[in-house]
């Protein structure tokens, strides 16, 4: 019996799926290989840039020297690649900008060799010294104005220099706001303070463009305070003053003040594509 057309087509039909077949298993292997598909991008994991608000006024000087450093270690060992933390002061006035009282820069580990992994670690240790001897001469003087918000600006300044980082902010203070626009020392003070919100300009400094709430930990230094001063930071009007400060920069609320910087650092430490 010969072949009928139809015999004919079913062949060709055969042929045609099993090309198919070929080509489409030879595209899932790369992508296995890869660990994308093809309508996926590859995992990019962005460099990360933690910038540091330390309070080195006269009330908390030599608690935040101590936490600093133990927040410098637990820090470094969260991050992964490459990462920079800028620390600024705040005995700053209210200029545009000021340059970071200390800084600390890893480039990322090219080789997992035993021996590269070795060295990379020697010289972070040794640009962590550098780090925490720079912030150590800045607290080496108690100034008796806190600008908080002055080094916020100061950090806002390099923040904005690149969208191609994750960045995170974490403030080592009271809170304790005394600076140009005045020193309350009770909570009608702090009510005064927020009536004059408008002056500190802080709607220039769109804060929240850049990080996310989330990212940003306020960390209450509170030992060795005056229990008049933790009233103080206890008062609805504190509490007022600084919702109105991070409302201005773009925050519909403020972040959590609280005595542990625990939460944040677990943040800090999670994988980002």
């Known amino acids: 019996m010969k072949p009928t057309l139809r015999f004919h087509q079913q062949l060709l039909l055969m042929a045609v799926t099993l090309i198919f077949i070929m080509v489409f298993s030879a595209c899932g292997g790369n992508n296995e290989n890869s660990g994308t598909t093809a309508n996926e991008p590859p995992n990019k994991r962005m460099d990360k840039r933690i910038f540091i608000v330390l309070d080195n006024s006269g009330s908390v000087n030599r608690t935040n020297l101590e936490l600093i450093n133990e927040c410098t270690d637990k820090i470094l060992k969260k991050l992964k690649g490459a990462y920079k933390i800028y620390l600024?002061?705040?005995?700053?006035?209210?200029?545009?900008?000021?340059?970071?009282?200390?800084?600390?820069?890893?480039?990322?580990?090219?080789?997992?060799?035993?021996?590269?992994?070795?060295?990379?670690?020697?010289?972070?240790?040794?640009?962590?010294?550098?780090?925490?001897?720079?912030?150590?001469?800045?607290?080496?003087?108690?100034?008796?104005?806190?600008?908080?918000?002055?080094?916020?600006?100061?950090?806002?300044?390099?923040?904005?220099?690149?969208?191609?980082?994750?960045?995170?902010?974490?403030?080592?203070?009271?809170?304790?706001?005394?600076?140009?626009?005045?020193?309350?020392?009770?909570?009608?003070?702090?009510?005064?303070?927020?009536?004059?919100?408008?002056?500190?300009?802080?709607?220039?400094?769109?804060?929240?463009?850049?990080?996310?709430?989330?990212?940003?930990?306020?960390?209450?230094?509170?030992?060795?305070?005056?229990?008049?001063?933790g009233e103080l930071m206890e008062s609805p009007q504190f509490k007022s003053f600084w919702d109105s400060a991070f409302k201005e920069m773009g925050y519909e609320k403020r972040p959590v003040f609280g005595p542990s910087y625990e939460h944040w650092l677990n943040h800090l430490g999670r994988l980002h594509r």
């Open 88 to 229: 600024f002061t705040t005995d700053v006035t209210d200029r545009s900008v000021q340059h970071p009282t200390a800084k600390l820069e890893v480039e990322a580990l090219k080789s997992s060799r035993p021996s590269e992994r070795e060295k990379h670690e020697k010289k972070v240790d040794s640009l962590k010294q550098i780090f925490i001897a720079d912030i150590s001469g800045a607290m080496e003087s108690a100034p008796d104005k806190t600008c908080i918000l002055s080094s916020i600006k100061s950090a806002y300044n390099f923040i904005q220099t690149s969208e191609e980082y994750e960045n995170y902010l974490l403030i080592l203070s009271d809170m304790l706001e005394c600076c140009k626009y005045g020193c309350p020392s009770n909570p009608e003070g702090f009510e005064k303070l927020t009536g004059k919100i408008s002056s500190y300009q802080l709607s220039e400094y769109p804060l929240d463009k850049y990080i996310p709430l989330e990212n940003i930990a306020v960390v209450f230094a509170t030992k060795g305070l005056a229990q008049k001063q």
